[in-house]
């Protein structure tokens, strides 16, 4: 038997907690409000890869980052379409994505 090379000191259980904390997110609220996560993750690369296509990492922009953002969001909302925060933050991202391309056009 090993021993590990990190152990959790008992005076900071800080990432213990959130772990906990994480784990039963993943496996409770968010399982069951957007289903099982494999089948989300592959909606969502099935969107992620219809919004870049073709092109190569080389030629995505900063753009591109919350327009792949909205596609993790649609996923989202299609394992639930009742998911007001997922719509709240396409339209953040939209904005986003609008000032990126603003800058992108007219760097200063």
Do not use: W
Request: aromatic share 6%.
């Amino acid at each position: 038997m090993t021993k590990s090379h990190f152990k959790a000191k008992p005076d900071n259980p800080d990432r213990i907690e959130i772990l906990k904390e994480a784990g039963g997110l993943i496996v409770g609220d968010l399982n069951n409000e957007y289903g099982e996560p494999y089948d989300n993750m592959k909606q969502t690369l099935n969107l992620i890869k219809a919004y870049i296509g073709d092109r190569k990492g080389s030629e995505l922009v900063v753009t591109d980052v919350p327009l792949i953002m909205i596609c993790i969001k649609l996923g989202r909302l299609g394992g639930n379409l009742r998911s007001t925060d997922s719509y709240k933050d396409i339209i953040g991202y939209c904005a986003i994505a609008y000032e990126c391309q603003n800058k992108e056009k007219n760097p200063q």
